[in-house]
């Protein structure tokens, strides 16, 4: 089963939430795939999310994705989503020995809680790493007045 992160630890459960006081990013998969529904490349490319420890209304979600070049990787978002995908230039054929590195496009998607936008995303050696942050919302406190009826 799937554990939700917390900054406290972790429980089971059968999708995965990260938790800060409230939702932060949903991580299952698109639909809600579980294990048996998933397809053959659904954990590629692999990823970890971190809470940053400098500043405790931002995360960073951080994706392997060696051999992609800047301008073959995108990401956005829309509704509430955000997306990344690759998609690898068309090499030149080439006479392999053999050929262990897949060259293959991917999508990833998580739905982000409300609020929450991206910060900025940076590409360094291989890792994709996107910064997330939800400001920081002041409570705010209105005092409604009573009237007397009648």
Do not use: C
């Not at 939702?23 to 998969?29: C, E, M």
């Amino acid at each position: 089963m799937a554990r939700p992160l917390t900054k406290k630890g972790f429980r089971s459960m059968s999708r995965m939430t990260l938790l800060d006081d409230s939702l932060w990013l949903n991580l299952t998969g698109p639909h809600g795939m579980s294990g048996a529904g998933k397809a053959p490349d659904a954990g590629y490319p692999p990823y970890n999310v971190e809470l940053l420890p400098e500043e405790p209304q931002a995360l960073r979600l951080t994706l392997a994705v060696a051999g992609f070049a800047p301008d073959e990787l995108e990401v956005s978002t829309e509704d509430g989503a955000l997306s990344i995908r690759g998609k690898q230039r068309e090499e030149q054929s080439r006479d392999y020995l053999h050929h262990g590195i897949a060259a293959r496009q991917f999508k990833r998607s998580f739905q982000l809680a409300s609020g929450v936008e991206v910060r900025k995303a940076e590409l360094e050696n291989g890792l994709l790493a996107i910064e997330l942050v939800r400001p920081h919302k002041d409570k705010r406190v209105m005092k409604i007045g009573i009237s007397a009826a009648g």
